[in-house]
């Protein structure tokens, strides 16, 4: 698992953590705030700051050792990049002051397309197939337009809504269903079809206390098991197994 230990005080650092022998290794010492695996495993996208440190780039990470190499360059902030299941295309969030760009970039070429544009976008993620991009508002959102769980085909079109609230959505291996974390009163993990219909709740924290401590998902390679950061009175990462029946 490729994740961001430390606080922005702190110098937060891309560290792997082995699950088989949960030895830990500090990859790069870049003050990252976002990581996410190239498909091969050989890299990572990291956002991290610019050589000027007021911008974000998206800087490519080798996990044998080596530079990072930045891939997306430019005097906005880039967030939250995922390549596509090809290696081929990284899907990344420009921010600015006039709201956010969901944006592919051609690894091959180096253009860039504008997929959509909202006033908050968060934790975009590729299906498997790379046929469909979803993702979500923000998870306590100030913009209601664009609020809750959207996916939207990678070679363009009008993106659709699936549901009003709730925030992070990752992939279920059969490409067609999506989890993503809900707040309050209906707090958890909650399942949803890109086809359509009402959602389901999946999975439930032990906690009577009503407040959004799901903060992120994310799952690997197929079979793997699904990644919460829980808060409760502190954070801490969780690796939900996949049922058995």
């Known amino acids: 698992v490729a994740i ?15 699950l088989r022998t949960m030895e830990r290794r500090t990859l ?19 956002a991290a700051p610019a050589p000027d440190g007021i911008s974000s780039w998206i800087w490519q990470v080798p996990t044998g050792g080596g530079l990072p190499e930045p891939i997306i360059k430019g005097e906005e902030e880039w967030r939250s990049p995922q390549a596509s299941p090809d ?12 709201g956010d760009e969901l944006v592919l970039h051609d690894l091959e070429r180096g253009d860039q397309r504008i997929l959509t544009a909202q006033g908050t ?12 991009l979803a993702w ?4 306590r959102p100030e913009d209601l337009g664009s609020a809750g769980v959207w996916v939207c085909p990678a070679e363009g079109g009008a993106p659709r809504r699936l549901t009003v609230d709730g925030a992070w959505p990752v992939w279920e291996r059969n490409g067609v269903h999506l989890l993503y974390g809900r707040y309050l009163a209906t707090q958890g993990l909650w399942r949803v079809s890109t086809s359509g219909g009402e959602p389901e709740q ?4 032990e906690s009577d206390i009503t407040d959004y401590y799901l903060h992120r998902l994310d799952t690997g390679r ?23 029946d």
Request: charged residues 15%.
């Open 4 to 18: 961001v230990l430390g606080i922005e005080a702190q110098s937060p650092a891309v560290n792997l953590l082995d």
């Open 28 to 46: 790069s010492g870049m003050a990252a705030s976002e990581v996410a695996w190239m498909p091969e495993g050989q890299a990572l996208l990291v």
């Open 87 to 98: 290696g081929k295309r990284v899907a990344a969030i420009r921010r600015s002051a006039a």
């Open 121 to 132: 976008i968060e934790a975009p993620r590729w299906s498997p197939d790379g046929s469909t």
């Open 136 to 139: 979500s508002g923000g998870w």
């Open 202 to 205: 999946a999975w439930r924290p």
């Open 222 to 244: 197929s079979g793997a098991p699904l990644l919460l950061f829980y808060y409760e009175y502190t954070g801490a990462l969780y690796a939900l197994e996949p049922p058995q």
